[in-house]
């Protein structure tokens, strides 16, 4: 199968980030499963993962923020969900 470039999964992750600030939680996840496989099928690019990852935890500050407001509760403030981030990454990932 042939590699796809890291440029082309890189413009995906623009638009999902796009998605993501406009909280347009169904494109968001669907393009989210579309970068994910892409990358699967893309050469290794480290700058290009740390990108993923940093939009991976944007999306995740998205569906942790509107969680509330479907439950009827207060939107957390920005420092209890990056603890919860903190919790949830492994050890590995904290020092990567």
């Known amino acids: 199968m042939e590699k796809v ?26 393009l989210k499963e579309q ?13 290009l993962l ?14 942790e923020s509107l969680e509330p407001i479907e439950n009827e509760s207060t939107t957390p403030h920005f420092n209890q969900l990056t603890q919860r981030n903190r919790e949830q990454t492994t050890p590995c990932q904290r020092n990567a």
């Open 5 to 30: 470039l890291s440029s082309q999964v890189g413009i995906l992750i623009n638009d999902w980030y796009r998605f993501i600030r406009t909280f347009s939680v169904p494109d968001a996840e669907i």
């Open 35 to 47: 970068v994910e496989r892409e990358i699967e099928n893309m050469k290794e690019d480290q700058d």
């Open 50 to 63: 740390l990108y993923y990852q940093l939009m991976e935890f944007r999306h995740r500050l998205m569906l």
